[in-house]
């Protein structure tokens, strides 16, 4: 495993983190502990030392499972979160963003994870006017100052929010989330230099353009009503699909597997420090973790 530095927070992070949001139930897959212990175990013999969950990949049921899997080395790994959404129900939402209510997130947050301070805790998805609240900036800060944060980020939603960007270390920001991969390359304009500018670090999630860039799916796929890329256009389906057979046949050499060349190629831009990948199983990990051999050979 490789290890970069998460920007002006200093945290050392392995290249390859993993994103819990499909432990919360809504990848059509309800995850018991032994499944979520055995990711973890998996991810601790191949060096990796971050997970990015959130307050509402389920009610705190990502948080619950990942807090368990790690109780008994917390200090070994870099736990990212995040606040402003409450969990209603299968891709319902509620939005909580006062002082007082992120603060309460954060206490439901630190019990869920069975720990008392949170590595990153980030701003989620949330537009400019609830970003614009010196009260709530001031709260995080004094989590800052007392430990129960150690530091703040901000997970910018699919509609990149470049101001939230600018105005990362006027807050208190030292990393940001966007969705970065070969299919989606917007933040290489949009965000990157502001972030290079400010040494902000970077997690790049959905860097497998879930699932499309894995290499499993052709042209004319389909998905199952109970999996989330079923609820996009088909249209825009076959438009990646083709897409991802198109960089097969011309980017990628035929001796690599996709989904590891896929993480490389986020890798490899200077702005990003860590990907993201959501996996469903031990062998997933392993292979989100070969990655790092594309990076060694160049």
């Known amino acids: 495993m490789q290890f970069r530095t998460l920007g002006r927070t200093g945290i050392e992070v392995s290249v390859v983190g993993i994103g819990a949001w ?21 991810a601790r013999s191949q060096g990796i030392n971050l997970i990015d969950t959130a307050e509402c990949y389920g009610d705190h049921l990502s948080e619950t499972l990942v807090g368990r ?11 990212a979160t995040k606040f ?7 891709f319902e939402r509620d939005q909580l ?3 007082a209510e992120v603060e309460q997130q954060l206490q439901d947050s630190l019990r869920a994870l069975q720990t008392d301070y949170v590595d ?3 701003f989620h998805s949330g537009d400019d ?7 709530l900036w001031t709260m995080l800060q004094r989590q800052v100052q007392a430990g129960t944060v150690r530091h703040i980020g901000i997970s910018l939603s699919t509609d990149i929010s470049v101001r939230q960007v600018e105005d990362a270390t006027r807050i208190g920001a030292g990393a940001i989330q966007v969705v970065y991969n070969r299919l989606d390359r917007r933040s290489e304009q949009a965000v990157f230099p502001l972030c290079i500018e400010q ?10 353009a879930s699932g499309f860039l894995s290499g499993k799916y052709k042209p004319g796929a389909t998905f199952a009503e109970s999996d989330i890329r079923s609820r996009r256009e088909r249209r825009k389906i076959e438009d990646a699909l083709h897409e991802v057979q198109q960089l097969r046949s011309s980017e990628i050499p035929p001796d690599v597997d996709m989904a590891a060349w896929a993480l490389a190629w986020c890798l490899k831009n200077p702005a990003v420090t860590c990907v993201i990948p959501g996996c469903r199983n031990p062998q997933q990990v392993v292979s989100n973790a070969a990655a790092v051999a594309l990076l060694e050979t160049g």
């Open 22 to 42: 499909q432990f919360g139930g809504e990848w059509g897959h309800d995850y018991s502990q032994q499944d979520v212990d055995a990711i973890v175990n998996e």
């Open 69 to 79: 899997a790690v109780k008994r080395d917390r200090e070994k790994w870099v736990i």
């Open 84 to 90: 402003g959404h409450r969990f209603l129900g299968q």
């Open 97 to 99: 963003w006062s002082a």
């Open 120 to 122: 990153l805790y980030q």
């Open 129 to 135: 006017d609830v970003f614009d609240n010196e009260e």
């Open 199 to 208: 040494n902000l670090g970077v997690l790049a999630r959905v860097p497998l």
